[in-house]
Nanobody, 122 residues
């Protein structure tokens, strides 16, 4: 399965943005899917993840209460809704699949998509 993140762009601080992660060449239905982000000059960091059914989720402390992950298995897609964006949220956002539950390290996931750039101006 190949993943593709989309929906990034340039926004103002305080705005909202929804990213999408679509699967092609297969399905990630039933797979845990995570979002990561990588800011310039920094390591890739975990943002949040959702289980295969979409019922359970866990998030990085830095974005709790502002970001929400959801999924539509019918649409073979996972979403990241980002509210109250801050300048420090500026990064390339990636989706990844096939990780074990509660995993937070990039190495824990073996399917990755190309990222989408989110730039938040203050």
């Amino acid at each position: 399965v190949q993943l593709q993140a989309s929906g990034g762009g340039l926004v103002q601080a305080g705005d909202s943005l929804r990213l999408s992660c679509a699967a092609s060449g297969g399905t990630f239905r039933g797979s845990n899917v995570a979002w990561f982000r990588q800011a310039p000059g920094k390591e890739r960091e975990f943002v949040g993840a959702i289980n295969g059914s979409g019922v359970r989720k866990y998030y990085a402390d830095s974005i709790v209460g502002r970001f929400t992950i959801s999924r539509s298995n019918a649409e073979n897609a996972v979403y990241l809704l980002m509210n109250s964006l801050k300048a420090e949220d500026t990064a390339v956002y990636y989706c990844a699949a096939n990780g074990r539950w509660l995993a937070r390290r990039p190495d824990d996931f073996n399917a990755w998509g190309q990222g989408t750039l989110v730039t938040v101006s203050s």
